[in-house]
Every structure is written in C-alpha cells, then in structure tokens.
C-alpha cells in the first residue's frame, strides 16, 4: 500500500503545481505557468525583525517615510518658497563673490581663461551651496520621488518595460537552486531535479536531506542513489504525500513563514513594520502565542487555519510535527492534510486515543490522567484523587503488563469486588502482590466513604464509558490502533476532532487530557530538531496549573502552542495572569470584553509619547491704541483677542487602552505582539488579517 500510496502522490502530473511566489496559493488560473523554483528560490528575503513576512520585504528609509506623512500642498508650497529665495540667493551670491574677487585682484585678469573659470567656478561653489541648504529645507528629494519620477517614468515604452521584466525574470532563471548539490559532488542528483517539476514542499525537504548529508561524506552517495531513483519524490514525507490538498494561504517555506495579513501604515505601529507583510514561524511560536475574542471575529479562519497549515506543510518538508485540536465541526483543513485523525464518536474513525499518553511511568500516567478527568470546580481534590488513581493503576500495570481500559479503571476505582479480586489474583500469578498490597488495601478502606475521590473519578469515567465512544480508548489491542503523543520526534499530523456537540463534558476532559500529554511529551523529547507545534481551536477547557507551567517550559524544547480563548473568563482567575506571563505572544481580536482588554493592556504597558496643549488666554498687552481696537473687534464680531501658548511634553501614555480594544478595533483586525525565543520583542501590531 506505501508504494500505491507512494505512486499516486509522487505522480506530479496528478497534482497541481504549487503557486508562484507572489501569488496566493489556490487562487490561480489554470492558465498560470507551473512554479518557476529558480524565481521563487532567488528572491530576495532581506534580514527583518520578528512578524515581518521576509519573502519580497522591502526596509522603509525613515527619512523618507517621515517626508512622506506631509501633505502635498504643504510640501510644494515650502518647496516652491525654497525654489524663490535660492533664486535670490543665487543671484545675490554669484554678485557678491564676483565683486569681492574683483576687490582682491583676481577680476578683472589679463588671461580670458583665468576670468572664466574663475567665474564657473564661483558659480557652481554657489549653486552646490544653494541646493544644499534650500534643498534640504524644500525637501525637493522628496518632491522628485512624488511627482517628478512618476511622471518621467511614464515616457518609457511598454515595449521597455516587457524587456525590462524579461531580462529580470531571465536573471533569476540563471541561479541555479541546486548549485549547492552540483559543488558539494551529487551533479547527477542535480541534473536529475533539474529535468523535473520541483515544488516549494520537495524542495526543503531534498535540501534538508542534503544538509543531513554534508555532515559525513559517506551519507552522499546514498544521497545521489535516492534522488536518482525517485527524483522529487526522493525522501518524501512516510505518508509519500508531497503538498496539501485546497492550499490556501502565503507561505515560504524556506524561512518556515506563513503570511497572515498585512500591517497597518498607523503611527500606533513601528515604522518597520508598517505596511509590511505580517508571518507567523517557529521563532516566535516557540514561545507560544495566545488569542482571545468572540466568535466569529476570525480566530480560527484567520489564525488557527493557516497556522496548521503551516505545520503540515512543514511536516512534509521534515521539518515540523504538528497536532491541532478542536470541535469535530471546527474549520481546520480536510482530513486529507493529515497523517492521523483521532475523533472519538465517530464510529467511522481508524485511530483511537491513548488515554494515559504510552507514559512509562504508571504514577507519572495517572496523575496526568486525574488531573484530566477533574473539572475546575473540583481541582482541590486533584491530590487526592490523583493519590486514588495511582493506587489502581500501578498494580494493574505491574499485574497486566499494560494500562487499564475505561471500564476496567472505572470498575477499580468504584470499588467493584469482583475487580478488585481479579487484581490482587492477577498480582499473585506475577509475583507482584507484596509490592502494592499497602495500595489495594488503602483503596479498598476508603471505598463507601462520602469523600472517596475514587467513586468521584469513577462517575467522571462514565462519561468516557459510553457505547458511541466503543473502542475509541482501548488498551487491551481490541479497539482501533491508539494514537500516543510519545511520537513527537516524528513529522506526523495528528487532528483530534472532539465531541462537543454530542457529549460536551466528556470533550472538555479529553481537551484537557490531550494538551495536557503534548505539553508533557514536548519537553521530553530526546531529539528536538522537528518543531512541535500544537494548534487548540478552544484551549477553555485544556489549561490548568500543570499545563500552563509546561507551556512555559516549551520555549527551551522547540515547541509552541497556538492557545484560543473567547473570553478570558473562561478560565479561572488564579490561572489567568500565569497564562499571560508564560506566553511570549498575545493577541487580540475585535470585541473582546473591556475585562479582557484590561489584561492584555498591561501586559503591553506604556510608551512615551509627546503630548501637545495649546492654551488660550485674553490678550491685554499693548497701550490705548490697541486696547481701544480690541473693544471694537469685540463689539463688531462678538470675539475677545486671545494670545496662543503652546507646550509640548513627553508623556507616559498605554500603547493600547482597554478602550480602544474593546470598541475601537475594525473587523478583521486584531492586535498583536511578539516575542521570539532569541528574547526579541515586537511592541503590539494592528494587523488586517483580511489581506
């Protein structure tokens, strides 16, 4: 089946071509030439600062941006007033130094040649003076960029124009993508990708190969075989899946960003900023991003969308694993964009879902899982019942050689004796009693007491327990294949579709239960090359004490979360403020609630900003005159004469008020800052997330 699979995926005469660079991806003509890989490989992608999509970036001159916030009229006016008086100035200084050179001696002179070039020169001294010092005042530069270029520009032909392009485009064809191979001793391998269609996607994924190569020579010739025996195909994702099906947003994958928007020309946001494309890449989502807003203000279409598929495209070029959660309905791509697909219900879904997460450690696995099945309510009895699970589940493991199912653990824990019998059975027949006969007789008093946590996670089990969920948390190898988090290591996409129509508790639980594993798996990884990257639609239910701590901890292990909320009382107060200091990246959606916005306001803090106030006060100075005419303007208009002070200050003022969050912000906007995991900080952004 891998080699069907591997047929049907690699056959690029199947698949449509990636876009071109420039274009959004999905939206092209069938008419559009292929993906021109030497165009989109060259193109320029200058060094920037965090959020600024790179690909095609240009750096603003801050000069020129400060020139251009003046209105025309203005502008031409102090250019036109400056054009007058360099005239004058000119005419004035060429007059002066002429008469001061004749007082030296120096004109009149016998020689004719002297004179003149005395005369030039004295000339262009005061012409190079004039358009130095009047020009700068004039900002005729300025003037130049916006109305003189433009229309000396339009003298040129289009046929100049079409050669122009011709020969850029020609340029870029001659950089050759794979030089590196043909230096590096693999020419037959980059003769052979030469010949054939190469996406975006094959692309990375043959140059990280290439890169893992280079390391030891040995690895180059197994290198050169692969690529000639499968060409693009060489290395392909285990899934042989070689692009995503309905792409639809602006990545480059070779800098690993996805284009969400573009940044608003506002003062509020910083001059580089300002009009430039705004990305989302590993850098900053390994410190973690969160976003908060109502519904239907974009998050998921605008945000959690394109991030995962972001991820799954770059899991197919090996350098990512991506798991992204939310409700069975949730917009977050096809099932085609992923490798596992874990909906619990639906009797149609292949992978079920390892409830203790493959843990080695039985008590490591039931504290996990208790801290799962508590609601917020009743996280002040998580010690104890995470005490009552541990003493179940670690005989049981020590007896079975494996976790127990739902029902099992359910039957333990409500104190069934049959269950418990079997148990301490079972650890005879291994040899184990001995060692937790203390645990099975601790369990076995408390069961019938009014506080036993155990007959509290049991009722909490039995929503688990239900006939649509038959198979879907099997341990016994009778129910569908269970899907653990311990495979972060690996460039997988996983989709968890949850319940929330259907049996909205138990959705909460597995919410809290999944996140809960990522979290714990993501800092245990041994190899961290892959980025783990995890996307939850509604995060409400997945964060605890123990979760927000571990997203945190991510930072340092190449993984991030993309966490939603729509409000933040949602979520307990004690947990809300920790939530904001363990994610490096905030943002805010238009109508959040002013609550919301106060959090998010202080957490951004405050600027400095020059204030301007403008005092008006009666005008009493000068003698009878004056006074006599400022009773007769005021008896004919009705006015009194005022005199104007001006005062400018620098004032501390908040970059966004919980005001403004809350009713200012335009739809299809949001507000965010970042922070990359260099300790880089990108103050907040006002994005439009529509373009």
């Not at 400056?82 to 007082?103: C, E, H, K, P, S």
């Not at 639809?248 to 608003?264: I, K, M, S």
């Not at 107060?573 to 959090?599: S, T």
């Not at 000068?622 to 005021?634: I, S």
Request: proline share 7%; charged share 20%.
């Amino acid at each position: 089946m891998a080699q069907d699979g591997a047929h049907h995926h690699g056959d690029r005469t199947t698949t449509p071509p990636p876009p071109m660079p420039h274009q959004r991806p999905g939206s092209r003509p069938a008419a559009t030439p292929a993906f021109d890989l030497p165009t989109w490989a060259s193109a320029p992608r200058p060094s920037a600062e965090p959020g600024i999509y790179r690909l095609g970036y240009r750096r603003i001159d801050p000069e020129r941006a400060e020139a251009a916030t003046v209105a025309a009229w203005p502008l031409l006016l102090r250019a036109g007033l400056n054009v007058v008086v360099g005239w004058l100035a000119y005419v004035y200084g060429v007059d002066f130094a002429t008469v001061g050179t004749t007082w030296i001696g120096v004109l009149p002179s016998q020689s004719a040649f002297v004179a003149t070039s005395v005369v030039l020169t004295l000339n262009v001294l005061v012409i190079a003076i004039v358009i130095k010092v009047f020009g700068r005042m004039g900002r005729w530069p300025e003037v130049w960029r916006r109305y003189a270029a433009p229309l000396l520009s339009r003298t040129v032909t289009q046929e100049e124009r079409a050669e122009e392009n011709r020969v850029a485009v020609e340029a870029a064809r001659r950089v050759d993508p794979w030089a590196g191979l043909r230096e590096g001793g693999a020419a037959a391998a980059a003769g052979r990708l030469a010949g054939e269609a190469v996406g975006d996607v094959d692309y990375v994924r043959i140059q990280q190969a290439w890169e893992s190569a280079q390391a030891d020579p040995v690895f180059v010739p197994a290198f050169v075989e692969q690529v000639g025996a499968r060409g693009a195909a060489a290395f392909a994702h285990p899934s042989e899946v070689r692009e995503l099906p309905g792409r639809a947003e602006r990545h480059d994958l070779l800098l690993r960003q996805v284009c969400l928007g573009v940044t608003q020309d506002v003062p509020k946001n910083p001059l580089s900023h300002r009009a430039a494309g705004f990305a989302l890449d590993p850098a900053v989502l390994g410190t973690s991003l969160l976003a908060v807003g109502p519904a239907g203000t974009g998050k998921t279409a605008r945000l959690a969308r394109p991030v995962a598929e972001a991820l799954c495209l770059q899991a197919l070029a090996g350098t990512a694993c991506a798991v992204v959660i939310g409700a069975s309905d949730a917009d977050l791509g096809p099932d085609g964009w992923y490798d596992v697909v874990i909906a619990p219900g639906d009797p149609s879904s292949v992978y079920g879902l390892d409830l203790y997460g493959a843990a080695q450690d039985p008590d490591e696995a039931a504290a996990r899982l208790a801290e799962a099945l508590l609601p917020d309510e009743l996280t002040a009895r998580a010690e104890s019942a995470r005490t009552a699970l541990q003493q179940v589940v670690g005989p049981f493991h020590a007896a079975h050689r494996r976790y127990p199912g739902v029902r099992e653990l359910r039957a333990l824990l409500g104190g069934e004796a049959d269950a418990l019998a079997a148990l301490v059975k079972a650890l005879g027949v291994a040899g184990r009693l001995a060692a937790y006969e203390r645990d099975l007789e601790h369990r076995e008093r408390q069961r019938g007491r009014a506080d036993d946590p155990g007959a509290l996670l049991a009722d909490r089990l039995a929503l688990l327990d239900r006939p649509a969920f038959e198979g879907a948390f099997a341990t016994d190898g009778t129910g569908r294949p269970p899907f653990a988090m311990r495979v972060l290591d690996h460039p997988l996409r996983v989709r968890v579709k949850l319940p929330e129509r259907s049996h909205p508790e138990a959705a909460r639980m597995l919410s809290r239960l999944v996140v809960g594993q990522f979290v714990q798996a993501a800092g245990a990884r041994d190899d961290r090359s892959l980025f783990a990257g995890l996307v939850v639609d509604d995060a409400s239910a997945a964060l605890d004490a123990a979760t927000v701590r571990g997203v945190q901890r991510m930072r340092g292990a190449n993984a991030g979360a993309v966490l939603m909320l729509r409000t933040l009382v949602d979520l307990p107060e004690a947990l809300r403020a920790p939530l904001f200091g363990a994610v490096g990246c905030r943002m805010a959606f238009p109508g959040i609630a002013p609550w919301d916005g106060r959090l998010f306001s202080e957490a951004w803090g405050t600027h400095l900003v020059q204030e301007t106030a403008v005092t008006h006060t009666p005008d009493t100075s000068g003698g009878v005159v004056r006074r006599a005419g400022r009773l007769g303007r005021k008896a004919l208009s009705g006015t009194t004469a005022q005199t104007e002070s001006v005062t400018t200050r620098d004032v501390e003022r908040l970059r966004w008020s919980p005001s403004d969050l809350a009713h200012a912000l335009p739809a299809g906007h949001a507000v965010v800052s970042l922070t990359a995991v260099s300790g880089e900080q990108v103050p907040p952004l006002l994005v439009d997330l529509r373009g």
